[in-house]
């Protein structure tokens, strides 16, 4: 049984948000300047704030006033990114993202998810090029190419987290993705309770890769998929489970259970209409609405990504090395809010640990962070402009 948490009120300013974050990033990452102008604290000052405001470097230097110009922070920026410096960027942003990791974590099994994220890019890129970080994919956003990067989440006590980051290169094989995050996590001493993963990660090397190692897994199976069986299954009144046979040219076949759970959806004309959900489950003994109820948690892992679109500095660079930073940096304060959740916003009381998440929102976050770069520098509030000749 937990100890009551005692009441201590504390300010938290933004201020102190600033500090916490940039000593973060000052202790994992080596980028330095030693201008007369222009400093570290100010590059990642500067980085911050763009990322707080959802705009560019250029944006975030023409509306402060003592702050170095905007071609000095990308040229020392540009410096020292390159692309062949992004494993090294990954390997820091995996430190810095799990620096901010609770201890609790620890104490018992979790339940992880899996899942890609991709960035728009609306440029051209050299495929044959080695130092080509741009992948194809579906069509979103008015594009088919996009910077991708993939993460393992735990979702626990209304926290979202991330604990593991991979910036991919086009071409990686998804098992090889799901392998290398499955090791991270491992290695972090979290102890996986079951694995979430969708459409995009069903695959039989991918299935038996988690039977090979024991990880219970629920992935979700899309109905037009390419075996032409699972949409035929759907049929009867009730939901039920059964095995099914996924074949693959390459790796052969495998046989799984498949939980088939029969729901309804609402159309426009504000009428029900059965519709049904396809799992694959390794290892998970539910039956199917309880299946379907599990899967459900996932969903929290696509509003992580919408968080971190709204903590994401924009960028139209061509560097690769600067495109994945940002997404580290927005995926970092993400886990700095929840950290600070746990160090200041407990709940006083016996029982369970509570916080106050509501007192740091993710707006309210990044607007502390922003006043605080603003009275560092100052805000231009007037423009000096020549009379109009009458």
């Not at 991918?206 to 759907?234: F, K, N, Q, W």
Request: overall charge positive; glycine content about 6%.
């Amino acid at each position: 049984m937990s100890e009551p948490t005692p009441h201590s009120p504390v300010c938290l300013t933004g201020e102190y948000i600033l500090d916490y974050t940039m000593e973060c990033l000052q202790r994992h990452f080596e980028f330095s300047a030693h201008g007369y102008r222009c400093t570290t604290k100010d590059l990642w000052r500067v980085l911050i704030c763009a990322a707080a405001r959802r705009q560019t470097i250029e944006s975030v230097c023409s509306d402060l006033t003592d702050v170095p110009d905007s071609n000095t922070v990308r040229g020392y920026i540009a410096a020292q990114l390159a692309a062949e410096a992004i494993p090294d960027i990954e390997r820091r942003c995996n430190q810095a993202v799990q620096t901010q990791l609770p201890q609790w974590l620890l104490q018992q099994a979790q339940e992880v998810a899996l899942d890609l994220h991709d960035e728009p890019y609306y440029g051209r890129c050299d495929r044959p090029d080695l130092d080509n970080w741009v992948c194809r994919g579906r069509a979103k956003d008015g594009t088919t190419h996009f910077y991708r990067c993939a993460t393992a989440y735990v979702i626990r006590k209304g926290a979202r987290l991330t604990l593991a980051i991979l910036f991919i290169k086009p071409g990686t094989p998804m098992e090889e993705i799901v392998q290398r995050l499955i090791t991270m996590v491992q290695a972090l001493g979290v102890r996986i309770k079951r694995l979430y993963l969708d459409k995009g990660f069903l695959s039989v090397a991918i299935m038996r890769y988690l039977r090979l190692h024991s990880l219970p897994a629920i992935i979700a199976v899309p109905l037009s998929s390419g075996d032409g069986g699972v949409r035929t299954l759907c049929r009867g009144r009730q939901s039920y489970r059964t095995q099914h046979t996924f074949r693959n040219p390459q790796h052969g076949e495998v046989i799984v259970d498949l939980a088939l759970a029969r729901t309804y959806a609402h159309v426009r004309s504000k009428r029900r209409r059965a519709t049904w959900c396809a799992f694959a489950c390794l290892g998970v003994d539910e039956p199917p609405q309880r299946i379907r109820q599990l899967y459900r948690r996932r969903f929290g892992v696509e509003s992580n990504y919408r968080m971190m679109e709204q903590v994401r500095a924009r960028t139209t660079s061509l560097n690769a090395a600067l495109r994945f930073l940002l997404m580290g940096l927005a995926l970092l304060i993400l886990n700095v809010r929840v950290k600070l959740h746990w160090l200041f916003l407990r709940l006083p009381g016996p029982g369970p640990r509570r916080v106050a998440s509501w007192k740091l929102r993710l707006d309210r976050l990044t607007r502390l962070l922003s006043r605080a770069v603003e009275r560092h520098y100052g805000v231009l509030i007037h423009l000096v402009a020549s009379p109009m000749n009458l």
